[in-house]
Structure formats: C-alpha cells, structure tokens
C-alpha cells in the first residue's frame, strides 16, 4: 500500500472530526450562548481535547469556523432559491428556511454581537445573498405571483419583523413564528389566504411573552 493511499482515511477522519466539532459547537452555541466552554462542547462531540487543539488551537477559531458554517448555509439556501423555476416558492422557500435556522440557532446573534469582526463576516455573507434574492423577487414578479411594489428592503424587513416574533414567543410559542411568516406572506399577493400553521397566542401567551421580554 503506498503512502499516499495510506493517509486517505487519516484525512478522511480528520474531516469528520472537525465536521462534529463545528457542528457540537454551533449547537451549543446556540442554545446556551458565547459562554459555552470547550470542555463541553468536545464532550457533546465525543472528542477529546487533543483533536479539538489540532483543529482550532483557540476557542475564537472554533467560534469563527461556526460563523463560516451558517452563513455558508444561507448563502446556499438562497443560491437555490435564485435557482428555483418557480420564483415564489423559491422565495418563500428561503424565507421559511433561513428564519427556521434563525430561529434554531439564536445564540448565533449573539456570538455576532460579542465579535467586530464576525459582524464584518456577515457583511460579506448579506452582499453575497442580496443580488440572488432580488433576482428571486424580479422573477416573481415578472411571473406575476409577487406584488409589483415589494423590493429587497422591504424582504429584510420582514426578517427582522420575524425575527422580533421568533425572541418574543421562543420560551411560549417557539412556533408562533410560523404564523406571522404565513400572515405576512399572504400580504404579498393577491391569491386565496393560506390555512395558518399553527394557532394564535392565547392572551395569556401573550401576556407572558411581552412582560418576559420587557423584564
């Protein structure tokens, strides 16, 4: 056997690791925040501090390679909606899929915050996405299924509008989201109303959500 086919499954493995410990690490990060330590999250991956060091010799390194990971994501989720032949589900498709992520991985907002140069990162992420999601919303126009007057602006503010709901309602009604993403959308045009995903808060939900949110 010659060298080179002997350090294929060493490369092979090496890959894998890393893949679970950026993987460990998105997902700790997002549900218990920048403060996670690394001892933790090598255990979450079945590692051991040794493969963890010879990947990413610092914890900022690991953090940085979860920031490339999820915003390599959107960039894709949103090269495949350009992509769709239908122009509106493709957009819809994005919306729903990207906020799903959001809303999975909210500690990601905060990393973003604790990090100037991971806001830089996402800058670069958001110039990449926006020109493929204006030609999504031109497509759908032109196909006649999105109103004439919504822009790409108007796109991020329904994120953000979203985004608010998925903070408000997480710890009450983590799909809430659903909801006001389905309402939104049927603003967009001019078809028969869509059955909403899930049911509206109770007031006392609502209640709750707001005097959480405010305390």
């Known amino acids: 056997m010659s060298a080179a086919t002997a350090e294929k499954p060493l490369r092979s493995d090496a890959r894998r690791n890393r893949e679970r ?9 997002a549900s218990e925040g ?21 990947h990413f010799p610092t914890k900022e390194e690991l953090v940085d390679a979860v920031l490339e990971d999820a915003f390599a994501e959107l960039v894709e989720l ?9 122009a509106w589900a493709g957009l819809t498709g994005f919306m729903e ?12 907002k905060d990393m973003l915050a604790a990090r100037g140069h991971g806001a830089t990162r996402a800058q670069a992420m958001r110039e990449r996405i926006h020109p493929l999601l204006r030609r999504v919303i031109e497509r759908a126009q032109a196909q006649g299924a999105l109103r004439a007057d919504f822009t ?18 997480a710890d009450v009604a983590p799909q809430q989201w659903r909801r006001h993403l389905c309402l939104l959308l049927d603003g967009l045009r001019a078809e028969a109303a869509t059955p909403l995903p899930v049911p509206p808060l109770t007031r006392r ?4 959500a707001v005097r959480r949110k405010e305390a």
Do not use: K, P, W
């Open 78 to 86: 949103a090269e495949q909606a350009a992509a769709a032949d239908d």
């Open 34 to 54: 920048v403060d996670v330590s690394v001892d933790e999250i090598t255990r979450h991956a079945g590692l051991g501090m040794g493969t963890l060091y010879r």
């Open 97 to 108: 899929r990207a906020l799903a992520s959001h809303a999975a991985n909210r500690g990601l």
């Open 21 to 29: 410990l950026v993987a460990s690490a998105r997902e700790l990060l």
């Open 205 to 208: 939900q609502l209640t709750r």
């Open 152 to 169: 790409a602006e108007d796109l991020s503010l329904v994120f953000r509008a979203v985004g608010r709901v998925i903070e408000t309602t």
